[in-house]
C-alpha cells in the first residue's frame, strides 16, 4: 500500500474515532441506561468498532509511535465538533482534581496499554484472518477499550468536549514509554518533539 493511502486511511480511521467521542459526549447527557443514552452509546461503539478494524490494518503498517504521532487530526477534529455541536468556547481553564478528569485520564492510559497488546499481535503471524483478529491480545486489547468508553461516559459528564484533546494527547507519552519496553521500538526525534510539545501544551493549558 502507497504512503498516500496510508495516509488516507489513517484519517479516515481518526474522524471516524472523533464520532465516536462526540458520540459519548451525547450519551453522558441523558440518564444512564435511558432510551437516548443506549441509541448513542451504541453508534459510539459502532463508530469504535469500524475504527478498531482499520487501526488494526494500520498498526500492521506503521509503528505504533508513527501512527500516534497522527493523533493531532484527531484533537483538531474534536475541538471541531466540541464548537460546531456544543458551543462551547476553548479556554485555557481546568480543574485537575476534579474526578471527571481523573477518569479521563486514566481512559487515555487504559486505551494506551490496549494499543500496545494490538501492536504485539499485529507483529504477529496468524493463520488466516480469523485469528488475526480473534487472539487473547486483540480480544483483551479491544476489550480495554471498549473499558474506555465506559468511563468516558461517567468523566464527559464533568468534562468539556474542547478539552479531551488535551487529555488524549498525553497518550503518546504513554505510549512511546510502553512501546520502549513491550514492543522494543526505539523513541525517534519527533517522536521525543512531540512529547515536549504535548507537556509544553498540558502546562500551558492549564494556566
Same mark, same amino acid.
Given at each position: 500500500?502507497?504512503?498516500? #493511502?496510508?495516509?488516507?486511511?489513517?484519517?479516515?480511521? *481518526?474522524?471516524?474515532?472523533?464520532?465516536?467521542?462526540?458520540?459519548?459526549?451525547?450519551?453522558?447527557?441523558?440518564?444512564?441506561?435511558?432510551?437516548?443514552?443506549?441509541?448513542? %452509546?451504541?453508534?459510539?461503539?459502532?463508530?469504535?468498532?469500524? %475504527?478498531?478494524?482499520?487501526?488494526?490494518?494500520?498498526?500492521? @503498517?506503521?509503528?505504533?509511535?508513527?501512527?500516534?504521532?497522527?493523533?493531532?487530526?484527531? %484533537?483538531?477534529?474534536? *475541538?471541531?465538533?466540541?464548537?460546531? *455541536?456544543?458551543?462551547?468556547?476553548?479556554?485555557?481553564?481546568?480543574?485537575?482534581?476534579?474526578?471527571?478528569?481523573?477518569?479521563?485520564?486514566?481512559?487515555?492510559?487504559?486505551?494506551? /496499554?490496549?494499543?500496545? @497488546?494490538?501492536?504485539?499481535?499485529?507483529?504477529?503471524?496468524? #493463520?488466516?484472518?480469523?485469528?488475526?483478529? @480473534?487472539?487473547?491480545? /486483540?480480544?483483551?486489547? %479491544?476489550?480495554?477499550?471498549?473499558?474506555?468508553? /465506559?468511563?468516558?461516559?461517567?468523566?464527559?459528564?464533568?468534562?468539556?468536549?474542547?478539552?479531551?484533546?488535551?487529555?488524549?494527547?498525553?497518550?503518546?507519552?504513554?505510549?512511546?514509554?510502553?512501546?520502549?519496553?513491550?514492543?522494543?521500538?526505539?523513541?525517534?526525534?519527533?517522536?521525543?518533539?512531540?512529547?515536549?510539545?504535548?507537556?509544553?501544551?498540558?502546562?500551558?493549558?492549564?494556566?
Amino acid at each position: 500500500m502507497t504512503k498516500a #493511502k496510508i495516509l488516507i486511511l489513517l484519517s479516515l480511521s *481518526l474522524v471516524i474515532q472523533s464520532l465516536s467521542s462526540v458520540f459519548i459526549k451525547f450519551a453522558g447527557q441523558y440518564e444512564t441506561l435511558s432510551r437516548e443514552f443506549i441509541i448513542f %452509546y451504541v453508534l459510539a461503539i459502532g463508530c469504535l468498532g469500524i %475504527y478498531a478494524i482499520m487501526w488494526q490494518f494500520l498498526l500492521e @503498517l506503521i509503528p505504533l509511535t508513527t501512527a500516534y504521532l497522527r493523533k493531532g487530526i484527531l %484533537y483538531i477534529l474534536i *475541538l471541531f465538533w466540541s464548537v460546531l *455541536l456544543f458551543k462551547e468556547h476553548v479556554t485555557v481553564f481546568m480543574e485537575w482534581m476534579n474526578i471527571s478528569y481523573v477518569l479521563a485520564f486514566l481512559a487515555v492510559f487504559v486505551a494506551s /496499554v490496549s494499543q500496545i @497488546l494490538l501492536k504485539q499481535s499485529a507483529e504477529i503471524e496468524h #493463520k488466516n484472518i480469523l485469528f488475526k483478529f @480473534l487472539n487473547w491480545r /486483540v480480544i483483551l486489547g %479491544y476489550g480495554l477499550l471498549f473499558g474506555t468508553t /465506559v468511563i468516558n461516559v461517567f468523566a464527559y459528564r464533568g468534562v468539556e468536549l474542547k478539552v479531551t484533546p488535551m487529555i488524549e494527547s498525553t497518550g503518546i507519552i504513554w505510549v512511546t514509554i510502553l512501546a520502549v519496553f513491550f514492543l522494543g521500538e526505539r523513541p525517534t526525534k519527533r517522536g521525543l518533539l512531540s512529547i515536549a510539545v504535548t507537556v509544553l501544551g498540558i502546562i500551558v493549558f492549564s494556566l
